[in-house]
């Protein structure tokens, strides 16, 4: 089995600094592989180990050169190789055109499953790995909370509002994964050691066919993106705290009252 993880360099949480022009300043931030993408690579890695045929987890992003350092992480947890897009003419894109960068990438690579996180801390949208399921045609299951490959096809409980659905598709696929899929591993030290001889393949713009996406009027780069940010402002400071004192049926009464009184109950 061969699985591909969207692995998406973020800053790490805290750090997130903006720029004049409201763009994240990924030079003046340590980053890490999204928190949700590494609940993908371990869902990955895990099927991967209890596959009768074995297999490798092959990682790919579009972000700046210097992710490859924190892509080296995901090498160090298990994954066999990287695949980095980056290229100065991408900065600024937009959900949709890294989408179909991500999609012109895929269509490099032989797979039979994609895994995503549901969504990444910096921006939040969980958008990007439904576009790339509707760009290569591919099945689309979302909100995996387990994940049950099977002679060529792959089942799916995906949480909802209610509780949870069975779905079913064909491999390939792609899924993007929660958190209840099981928490990420720690990087050994053998593992650590042995993701400095692990490949990360570049790739430029150059390389990737994106004829496609041009005809249908996609560019990349910040001038051209769909979305931007327009501005921001600080977060409200924290009010004071309302200590809650007496006996445990006074301080219940009050805490109703409270709430009642704000129209929260």
């Known amino acids: 089995m061969r699985i591909v993880v969207l692995a998406k360099p973020v800053p790490d949480a805290g750090q997130e600094r903006l720029r004049n022009d409201f763009r994240m300043d990924r030079e003046a931030t ?17 099927l991967v180990e209890a596959s009768p045929d ?5 990682l790919l992003a579009m972000a700046p050169d210097h992710a490859q350092e924190t892509l080296r992480k995901g090498l160090a947890l298990g994954a066999a190789s990287a695949v980095l897009v980056t290229d100065p003419a991408l900065e600024g894109s937009c959900a949709l055109t890294t989408a179909h960068v991500l999609a012109a990438a895929l269509r490099e690579l032989s797979f039979d499953l994609v895994i995503a996180g549901v969504d990444t801390s910096d921006g939040g949208g969980g958008v990007v790995a439904a576009g790339v399921a509707a ?13 049950e490959p099977s002679d060529g096809r792959v089942r ?4 909802t509002p209610n509780g949870y659905e069975v779905l079913e598709a064909p491999m390939p696929a792609l899924i993007s994964a929660t958190q209840a899929l099981g928490a990420p591993r720690y990087p050994t030290l053998k593992g650590i050691m042995g993701a400095r001889r692990k490949e990360i393949v570049i790739r430029t713009l150059a390389d990737l066919d994106l004829a496609g996406a041009r005809a249908r009027g996609v560019e990349v780069g910040g001038a051209a993106a769909t979305a931007r940010v ?13 200590v809650v004192q007496g006996s445990p049926a006074e301080a219940a009464q009050e805490v109703v009252t409270f709430l009642a009184e704000r129209r929260l109950i």
């Open 54 to 58: 074995g297999g490798e987890v092959v």
């Open 230 to 242: 327009t501005g921001s402002r600080p977060r409200a400071p924290r009010g004071t705290p309302k």
């Open 156 to 159: 799916v409980r995906r949480i």
């Open 135 to 147: 760009l290569l045609g591919l099945p689309y299951l979302s909100y995996a909370a387990r994940i």
């Open 30 to 46: 340590t980053e890490v592989i999204n928190g949700n993408d590494e609940y993908a690579l371990e869902a990955a890695l895990k």
